[in-house]
């Protein structure tokens, strides 16, 4: 039988102090919403916050075992460059990066050739992947 699964939603900026007693609190899984790894446009965009708390908290999360998903909104003109960059994460760690319905897909995926689409039910996420990657590249479904 499929263990129940357990989400919280964050923006990240303070699970580092908590993601050993969320793991503790029996969560299973960590969604992290954060639209760049640029720590300039982060700032600019999240009223001066910085992004390092979320990179941290990420990472804490990777370490108390819970599992991670980033939703990431592309925007054209703000963080499209940065596509490669949220598929590089994928090849590094075991995250899901989701992208949001902000931007028409097919572009999104033209610069990503070579996508399988993982077999499975991900409820409101079609799951793709590349053959060597540790983690997922997903679209919410509109």
């Known amino acids: 039988m499929a263990e129940d699964k357990k989400v919280i939603v964050t923006d990240g900026q303070d699970l580092a102090e908590k993601a050993a007693e969320l793991k503790a609190e029996g969560v ?3 969604t992290v919403v954060v639209n760049t790894f640029n720590f300039t446009r982060y700032k ?5 916050k910085d992004l390092q708390p979320v990179i941290d908290g990420i990472n804490k999360s990777i370490d108390a075992g819970l ?5 990431v909104a592309i925007k054209e003109g703000f963080n499209d460059d940065e596509i490669l960059d949220f598929l590089q994460l994928t090849f590094q760690h075991f995250y899901d990066i989701v992208f ?3 931007m028409d897909y097919d572009k999104i995926k033209a610069k990503m050739p070579g996508l399988v689409p993982v077999e499975g039910d991900f409820g409101e996420v079609e799951m793709y992947k590349y053959s060597i990657a540790r983690g997922r590249i997903g679209f919410l479904k509109n």
């Open 28 to 30: 299973t899984d960590v």
């Open 44 to 48: 600019e965009s999240n009223d001066g």
């Open 100 to 102: 949001l319905p902000t």
């Open 67 to 71: 599992k991670v998903r980033l939703n």
